[in-house]
T-cell receptor, first 113, second 111 residues
Framework: GQQLNQSPQSMFIQEGEDVSMNCTSS?????WLWYKQDPGEGPVLLIA?????ELTSNGRLTAQFGITRKDSFLNISASIPSDVGIYFC?????????????FGKGTSLLVTP | EADIYQTPRYLVIGTGKKITLECSQT?????MYWYQQDPGMELHLIHY???????EKGDLSSESTVSRIRTEHFPLTLESARPSHTSQYLC??????????FGQGTRLTVV
């Protein structure tokens, strides 16, 4: 699959701080998705982005689809302890047999009270 | 809320045993996927299906096999489990939209 570079690999922040993470690729994607995974659970979709330049919010989360279609970022404002988890970006592009979903390696977020 | 279910949630089994991990979704999605994930690590696609009787191997080579006899059901089988198969296995499905929905996963331990 196409390689996605997600950074940072991990973050250790204090409650109330803002968080920013991003995902880049050498390939162009049609869609960017952001997921959060709690320990021992499956990933849960947070935000989906469909158009280059699109900026979408979901509560304290904001994500943008890069103009070049090769990157995306996710911001979390005023972090709280329940934001702890691993955040994955995923890009989708169309292959001959349908859409392929490619995941980044994840950003592990730890929030201290 | 996504309606995709995996059973069992946890499985500890001895080496050499045959196991089947179940995945079912009630959303009528055509596309289904299996990912393998070690704790805290990235997701690796091991199998996918775009419809009944369609199965393909993913990017990561796996000794497991899958079948898709019914739209809602996408089981994964290991004929002879080994300790190297210890991992979390995640099932996902997609419909016409581009979002994929995940099950809660099966954590497999082979002793």
């Amino acid at each position: 699959g196409q390689q996605l570079n997600q950074s940072p690999q991990s973050m250790f922040i204090q409650e109330g701080e803002d968080v920013s993470m991003n995902c880049t690729s050498s390939s162009i994607f049609n869609t960017w998705l952001w997921y959060k995974q709690d320990p021992g659970e499956g990933p849960v979709l947070l935000i989906a982005l469909y158009k280059a330049g699109e900026l979408t919010s979901n509560g304290r989360l904001t994500a943008q689809f890069g103009i070049t279609r090769k990157d995306s970022f996710l911001n979390i404002s005023a972090s709280i302890p329940s934001d702890v988890g691993i955040y994955f970006c995923a890009g989708q592009l169309f292959r001959n047999s349908g859409y392929a979903l490619n995941f980044g390696k994840g950003t592990s977020l730890l929030v201290t009270p | 809320e996504a309606d995709i279910y995996q059973t069992p949630r946890y499985l500890v089994i001895g080496t050499g045993k045959k196991i089947t991990l179940e995945c079912s979704q009630t959303m009528g999605h055509d596309k289904m996927y299996w990912y393998q994930q070690d704790p805290g690590m990235e997701l690796h696609l091991i199998h996918y299906s775009y419809g009944v009787n369609s199965t393909e191997k993913g990017d990561l080579s796996s000794e497991s096999t899958v079948s898709r006899i019914r739209t809602e059901h996408f089981p994964l089988t290991l004929e002879s489990a080994r300790p190297s198969h210890t991992s979390q296995y995640l099932c996902a499905s997609r419909g016409l939209s581009t979002e994929a929905f995940f099950g809660q996963g099966t954590r497999l331990t082979v002793v």
